[in-house]
Structures are given as structure tokens and as C-alpha cells.
């Protein structure tokens, strides 16, 4: 549980996505498995007023943050969220307890129909949960590869102010609606 007091949380987890876990091994000696960081972000972001966070992440983070932030009887102070995804964890049914372990290992390219609807699905959880935060006037998630042969073509949603650019999809347009 993190302290009341901590409002704002910049979070780079890039490494984490290696095949063997070596490095969430290491974090986390006591447990069998590592840990289910969609459900630990998901939990804690609500509680802050900006979360900014570069890793591997998916849409039960915002399954996570929804639950969350609908819990928080004076509701959530979340007014920013940046997310850069390294790579996408899951677009299927997820076990909470053993998020980590379930990963497709490796980053799926931009072209690769599983990372466009896993990025996707992610769009359309995060966008369900703006009726549980008020107070949000930024939210962007976004996919960047440097090494990309068409850098504009690195997907993103961004929401600014009540507007929204970047990705769009059927499903997408379905949950803004």
C-alpha cells in the first residue's frame, strides 16, 4: 500500500519483459511467482493525482484502476496518466494471481495483428474507465519504437481535455460512445 502522501509516481519498467524473470525473481524472493504488476498499478494509480509509467502493460491494469477508483468513496484525484507500453501482456482472459506468468514473452511488432488488438483492447478498457474519474483531463497510451521505419505510425490514444486523437477502431468508437 502506498502512502497517502505520495501524489504523483513516474514509474519506467522497461526491463521487466525479459523471458526468464530473472529480474522480478530477484525483486521478489518470497513469492513463487512474480507479481501481478497490472493488478499492483491498477490498485495504486487511483489514488494519485498523475501516474507515468513505461513497461509492459495491458488491459486489466485498467480492469484494476476501474475496480479501484469506483471503491474510493470520495473519489479518485487522478488527473493525469502517461502510459508508454514496451510491449502488450495479454488481450485474452487473465488470472490476476499469475498475470506474469500467462505473457506471451518478446514485443509482438506494430505490424502483428495480436499487438493491435491487444493495444486495442487496452484503448477500450482505459476508455471505460472515465466514468469513474472525474477529475481525469489527460490520459495517453502510447506505443514507441525507435527503431521503426515509419515513426508516425506508432499507435497512441490521447485524451486531452474532453478530446480525443490517435488510434481509432469500431470497438474503440463503441466505448467512447
Known amino acids: 500500500d502506498t502512502p497517502p502522501t505520495i501524489r504523483h509516481i513516474n514509474l519506467g519498467l522497461e526491463e521487466f519483459s525479459n523471458a526468464s524473470n530473472r529480474l522480478l525473481s530477484a ?3 518470497s513469492q513463487s511467482a512474480p507479481p501481478p504488476i497490472c493488478t499492483l498499478l491498477g490498485e495504486a494509480i487511483p489514488r494519485f493525482e498523475s501516474f507515468t ?5 495491458c488491459w486489466y491494469l485498467f480492469k484494476k484502476l476501474k475496480e ?3 471503491e474510493m468513496e470520495s473519489g479518485s484525484p487522478l488527473r ?3 502510459l508508454s ?3 502488450c501482456c495479454h488481450n485474452q482472459k487473465v488470472d490476476g494471481l499469475n498475470h506474469w506468468t500467462q505473457t ?6 506494430i505490424t502483428s495483428i495480436a499487438f493491435i488488438r491487444d493495444f486495442e483492447a487496452m484503448v477500450v478498457k482505459a476508455i471505460e474507465c472515465l466514468s469513474v474519474l472525474p477529475a481525469l483531463e489527460y490520459l ?11 515513426p508516425p505510425l506508432n499507435p497512441y490514444f490521447e485524451l486531452v481535455n474532453n478530446e480525443c486523437t490517435g488510434l481509432w477502431s469500431d470497438d474503440i468508437l463503441e466505448a467512447l460512445r
Request: proline share 3%; glycine share 8%.
Open 80 to 82: 493525469s496518466l502517461d
Open 68 to 70: 479501484g477508483a469506483t
Open 104 to 109: 506471451s514473452y518478446g514485443t509482438r511488432p
Open 140 to 150: 495517453r497510451i502510447r506505443f514507441i519504437n525507435l527503431d521503426s521505419s515509419c
Open 85 to 87: 507500453v514496451k510491449t
Open 53 to 57: 509509467y513505461s513497461g509492459r502493460v
Open 27 to 29: 525483486l521478489f524472493r
